[in-house]
């Protein structure tokens, strides 16, 4: 379980105090991500200050895992305070989000993604914890359409199709 050693907001905007979001160092890594993500899905957001799309996903991040409702958690870890980290996994870009399920990295991303496309890459993470989630994905993709984002919704779209691809 994540627990929060004080209120020290680090991250490009500010943490949670719900337990679901959390700032992450080397130190804690292990703890915190692996361990935990054997428990739950983890998404860490390897992220800096300096980093301009990262200031635009990290909140776009935090609302969607407080939508997801304790289906996943997300730790922050900015990668000029700790590089050991971010260094062993090979993130050589920034803004990156890579998933923790079961103690491995499974999935990930880079960039600032609209937030239907984050939704709908947490829904692949957690769909395996949960079954299913065709209904939140066509809700994301609702959301994107009528947010002006037909990227977005169309991506979600794609997605719903995995899963149904007999709706194809």
Do not use: Y
């Not at 935990?36 to 860490?44: D, G, N, Y």
């Not at 066509?138 to 990227?151: F, H, M, Q, S």
């Amino acid at each position: 379980m994540f627990t929060f050693g004080g209120t020290k907001k680090t991250g490009p905007a500010n943490g949670a105090a719900d337990g679901l979001i959390r700032d992450v160092t080397t130190q804690s890594f292990v703890k915190d991500v692996i361990e935990e993500s054997k428990a739950q899905p983890v998404l860490v957001d390897f992220w800096a200050a300096w980093c301009g799309p990262c200031k635009q996903l990290t909140p776009v991040l935090e609302k969607v895992v407080r939508a997801a409702k304790g289906k996943v958690k997300l730790a922050k870890m900015n990668i000029d305070e700790h590089p050991a980290v971010a260094g062993q996994m090979g993130i050589q870009s920034i803004p990156a989000v890579v998933a923790f399920v079961d103690g491995r990295p499974l999935d990930g991303f880079m960039g600032a993604l609209p937030e239907a496309q984050v939704a709908a890459f947490i829904e692949r993470i957690t769909k395996g914890m949960t079954g299913g989630g065709t209904k939140e994905l066509l809700e994301a993709a609702d959301a994107a359409l009528i947010g002006g984002d037909p990227v977005a919704a169309a991506d979600a779209f794609v997605a719903v199709l995995g899963e149904e691809p007999e709706n194809a």
